[in-house]
């Protein structure tokens, strides 16, 4: 098997290559329109000159703003309200039921409310936003209380470790990976909700650029933009992952098994 | 626990917060927010009339096409990628850009493409759902357990069989959490592919509502969406609990040793 | 004697690529095995047993050297040879029923299903457990899943039974019962078993012969006929003065081929590279 020499990293790199190709090739051979898919050279110049643009960076710090003012809310109040309901026997019955009701239902939902009591402003973007991101994180900190192990707690409370205390040395470590887990899948979330928001509602970002260059017909400019978003993506992504790292490293003598 | 106190837990907070929001509204007429009996009324009056037939059912449709789409594509597509290691490396980076990707932003790409109809709503929920049942079937497929290949081999249980006996079983809880991730991006998909360049369905009339100021119809449009949600959720867990009754019991031993 | 031996293994040889170089796992393994014959072989860890065993199954390609199974050369894993593994709960398929592991190779081949029945059916009884055709592996215990294991080799109608070291992750009173077991159906059957163990005393209770592996690189260090009577029993042959005598011999051998270190990097070639992390 000649493959097991090939190295992956370097097979991945084809890979992009090959993609590349093909994109720059297809609309240039006629394979498909034009006006449907630029070639691959098009769409990257577009997106270079957008780089060079005040405008296109105010976009996205539009979007970005939305996203990381709603991740950091949606984080705190998860924390707070999981760790609450998780730590009582009863709050955890008793919200059972309520939080298995609200959790599937899709944040879009939300856009007529948010248009109607909002406007057209970052605030509906950051109510979408909120809303989704906040179911993330608050099952991820259920589940981290609730693996809290009974044994450490009890030995905690006879060596006389108040609740405080108690949920410094014994909850948080245990939490901590789940927390970080819910907040990597909220992140991506928000970017998604974010987007939307701007795209259906027209608060101010990318999304709403999107939809732009759709109705006006710059279609390279478009495709420009989408890139983009995978690009802060992709960046978003790494950065949970650097994140995961260093947290859980510093914390891996501790940790249990993780969530997907 | 007795039957008492566990109803108790099940419809307490639930029931509060419809009390609740009762006493809010009881005053004039809120703008905002209807009362539970008008709420309830309008719900009954708008769904259960003909936007059942003209709105509800080419929804669920979609939903349920694209979703059918998406499960057996992502797992074909995932079987085949997860059982080469070359095409693996080779697909990785590139699938990984797309799935990057925040999905809505491609329904205006996609309506560019194929115009603002029932493919193209298809095609996006397609186009955002597949990631996690892609992904996860990969993975699925590519942590069988090394041992049990071996024995497979040894009794010479190959391809078609292989895969029938050996690898889909094995990847199948991995799947499923796939589908369960796939089945709400699908669901807000639909939506959002309907709220942004529709000409019917529930995402669009919710919009129709909205800007045409029927407050009560318009919260009833979200109860409707709210309910599909939950539904989903209970559908795919039941299914989850036969198809993974095997795996349940496997891991409830493994947690006891 | 003229016929050919069941197993023929000839001057194998087996060398690993690893990151930094070559670690040469066995150097020169020959000895045969004759029809109907259970040989054990035994050796200090990360002696190649492993190896040796899945260059027989044909899970792995011997770098060089010969094994030809009934005189024709092993290429991949051949057909009549069942496989047993130490690792019992993860070569049981945990989605299939007791009954369905053991019907499964047969149903593969094709074999007609009321042929298949009377086939699982004798197996299950042969180890004992015709009463739990329709539990799940991981409801039975590790005695039972291996048990499981045996039938499933067994109802297959293997010219030659491998296994690798089947009863090491089991309890001392269930391995007892488990090595009669494999007696018995070896009698009952007539196969050809290769035992591979790292216990001393199970190696010489079972064998009619027993091989002793050297330290890596391995080779063939001794190789001694077991003459204890045909009938064993767990307590009369064990405190018998033979199998005193061969015992000491094997432990003598084995002593030496520990002591002897090995050349070249020492690595348990049962050591796995740890599984990539998952991601959501």
């Known amino acids: 098997m000649l493959s097991k020499r090939v190295s992956g990293p370097a097979l991945g790199f084809v890979g992009i290559l090959l993609f590349l190709l093909a994109w720059e090739a297809a609309p240039r051979l006629g394979l498909v329109q034009e006006r449907f898919l630029p070639p691959a050279s098009k769409v990257l110049a577009a997106l270079v000159d957008y780089f060079g643009q005040a405008a296109f960076w105010r976009d996205t710090g539009e979007t970005m703003l939305a996203w990381g003012i709603g991740l950091a809310v949606s984080i705190i109040a998860a924390v707070i309200l999981g760790l609450v309901i998780g730590s009582s026997s009863f709050l955890g019955k008793a919200t059972y039921t309520t939080i298995e009701f609200l959790r599937p239902i899709p944040s879009v939902a939300l856009i007529p409310l948010a248009v109607l ?30 693996d809290v192990d009974p044994v450490a707690d009890n030995t905690a409370r006879s060596y006389g470790l108040g609740p405080l205390a108690r949920a410094r040395y ?12 819910g907040i990597r899948l909220a992140s991506a979330v928000a970017l998604i909700l974010a987007i939307t928001a701007e795209l259906v509602i027209g608060s101010p970002g990318l999304g709403y650029q999107i939809a732009l260059t759709q109705s006006g017909g710059a279609v390279p400019e478009m495709y420009a933009l989408i890139v983009a978003t995978g690009i802060i993506g992709i960046l978003i992504n790494l950065g949970m992952r650097l994140l995961e790292r260093r947290v859980l490293a510093w914390h891996s003598s501790i940790r249990s098994e993780v969530v997907a | 626990m007795s039957i008492l106190k ?18 809010l509204t009881l005053g004039p007429t809120n703008f905002y927010v209807p009362t539970p009996q008008k709420l309830a009324e309008t719900f009954w009056k708008v769904w259960t009339g003909e936007r059942f037939f003209t709105d509800f059912l080419p929804s669920i449709a979609r939903l349920l096409i694209g979703l059918v789409v998406t499960i057996v594509l992502g797992i074909v597509l995932g079987v085949l990628i997860g059982s080469y290691r070359w095409l693996r490396s080779l697909t990785e980076p590139v699938l990984e850009f797309f799935r990057a990707i925040p999905p809505p932003v491609l329904v205006p790409l996609f309506m560019l493409i194929i115009g603002a109809n029932d493919q193209m709503r298809i095609v996006v929920i397609v186009s955002g759902a597949i990631w996690p049942v892609l992904l996860n079937t990969v993975e699925g497929v ?42 709400s991006i699908g669901l807000i998909l639909m939506v959002i592919s309907e709220m942004f360049g529709g000409s019917s369905g529930l995402g669009f009339t919710i919009v129709l509502f909205q800007r045409g100021f029927a407050i009560p119809e318009m919260w009833s449009g979200i109860v409707v969406l709210g309910l599909i949600g939950i539904a989903l959720s209970l559908i795919s867990k039941a299914i989850e609990r036969r198809v993974l009754r095997w795996y349940h019991g496997l891991k409830e031993v493994q947690r006891d040793s | 004697m003229t016929t050919t ?25 020959t000895f045969d095995v004759a029809d109907g014959e259970l040989i054990c072989i035994v050796g200090p860890s990360g002696a190649g047993k492993t190896t040796l065993l899945k260059c027989i199954a044909g899970l792995l390609t011997p770098t060089s050297g010969t094994i030809d199974l009934a005189g024709s050369p092993v290429v991949g894993p051949p057909k009549a040879m069942a496989v047993v593994f130490q690792e019992y709960g993860r070569s049981l398929f945990p989605w299939m029923t007791v009954r369905a592991n053991v019907e499964l190779p ?16 004798n197996a299950l009884e042969a180890v004992e457990l015709e009463h739990v055709p329709k539990s799940y592996p991981w409801q039975l215990s590790g005695g039972m899943q291996q048990r499981v294991a045996i039938a499933r080799a067994v109802a297959y109608r293997p010219k030659v039974l491998l296994m690798d070291e089947p009863f090491a992750a089991v309890d001392a009173q269930t391995r007892a019962d488990l090595e009669d077991l494999i007696r018995n159906i070896w009698h009952k059957l007539g196969v050809t ?15 009619q012969r027993v091989i002793m592996l050297s330290n890596s690189p391995t080779v063939v260090q001794d190789d001694l006929t077991i003459d204890l009577p045909d009938v064993r029993d767990q307590l009369e042959t064990r405190s018998s003065k033979r199998f005193a005598e061969l015992r000491s011999h094997v432990y003598e051998q084995i002593q030496l081929a520990k002591a002897s270190k090995p050349t070249g990097a020492v690595i348990a070639q049962k050591t796995r590279r740890p599984a990539k992390a998952r991601r959501s």
């Open chain 1, 117 to 146: 009591l909002l406007g057209v402003k970052i605030e509906s973007s950051l109510l979408l936003v909120i809303y989704a991101s906040f179911w993330q994180v608050l099952l991820q900190v259920l589940y981290g209380v609730a």
């Open chain 1, 170 to 181: 014994v909850v948080w470590p245990t939490v901590l990976p789940y927390l970080i887990t």
């Open chain 2, 6 to 23: 566990r109803t108790g837990y099940f419809v307490g907070l639930p029931l509060l917060l419809v009390i609740a929001w009762w006493a």
């Open chain 2, 142 to 183: 590519r942590a069988v357990d090394q041992v049990l290949t071996n024995t497979s081999r040894t009794y010479r249980i190959d391809g078609f069989a292989r895969l029938r006996y050996l690898v889909l079983p094995a990847a199948t809880p991995q799947i499923m959490t796939g589908i369960r991730q796939s089945l």
């Open chain 3, 5 to 29: 031996p069941m197993l023929s293994i000839k001057k194998l040889k087996k060398v690993y690529q690893v990151a930094d170089g070559e670690i040469e796992a066995v150097r020169d393994l």
């Open chain 3, 106 to 121: 047969l149903k593969n081949q094709g074999v007609p299903k009321a042929e298949r029945d009377t086939l699982v059916d």
């Open chain 3, 193 to 207: 078993i290769l035992f591979i163990t790292h216990d001393i005393d199970e190696s010489v209770y079972l064998g």
